[in-house]
């Protein structure tokens, strides 16, 4: 437990992948702004009341929002493959076994499942064009950044690291397991 990561280097790994996530959602959403336009389907009601909010914005708000949506997805789909995004890689910093061990891909991705199920939601509802689908993607975000603080305990494991049984360590620090799993 004394080699598990806290949340100081954590947060900075999420910063800088924050960071990266915000840059590739606004060349995205520059590149592709008329096909997310026609794919985000909003009611006249709800684009005059985001339009009251970001005035001449309102088109790259929405197709900004979508964009950071997808790229996050895919963004933090890497972590479910290596056990670590480009800002975990940065700080040398990856997800492994709450014994110190190498997690195996099941592990990853699981753990990448749970982390990301607000996103993953939500995705599903712009998908679907169902509204609460939405809204239960959000709550279950919001479960989960809440978990996040679950890192400054003694154990220093996040709610995601607690289901999926993994833990976040030094990248030498970690040693070979069994990946069978």
Do not use: H
């Not at 001449?56 to 949506?69: E, K, R």
């Not at 492994?96 to 749970?114: E, K, V």
């Not at 993607?137 to 049984?165: R, T």
């Amino acid at each position: 437990m004394e080699n598990r990561i806290g949340f100081g280097r954590r947060l900075g790994a999420y910063l800088l992948d924050f960071v990266f996530i915000a840059g590739l959602a606004f060349i995205l959403s520059n590149l592709m702004n008329d096909f997310f336009q026609n794919f985000v389907d909003v009611s006249e009601e709800e684009y005059e009341q985001v339009s009251k909010m970001y005035g001449n914005f309102t088109d790259i708000m929405l197709t900004m929002t979508v964009s950071a949506s997808m790229v996050s997805f895919l963004y933090n789909l890497i972590e479910g493959f290596t056990g670590y995004t480009l800002g975990k890689f940065i700080l040398g910093i990856q997800v492994g076994n709450q014994d110190g061990t190498i997690a195996s891909q099941n592990q990853l991705m699981i753990r990448f499942g749970i982390k990301n199920i607000g996103t993953i939601i939500g995705l599903i509802g712009i998908a679907i064009s169902i509204k609460w689908i939405g809204t239960v993607g959000s709550f279950l975000g919001f479960v989960i950044v809440i978990g996040c603080f679950f890192v400054l305990s003694e154990n220093k494991l996040a709610f995601q690291d607690m289901l999926a049984k993994t833990a976040v360590f030094r990248k030498n620090e970690l040693k070979p397991g069994n990946l069978a799993d």
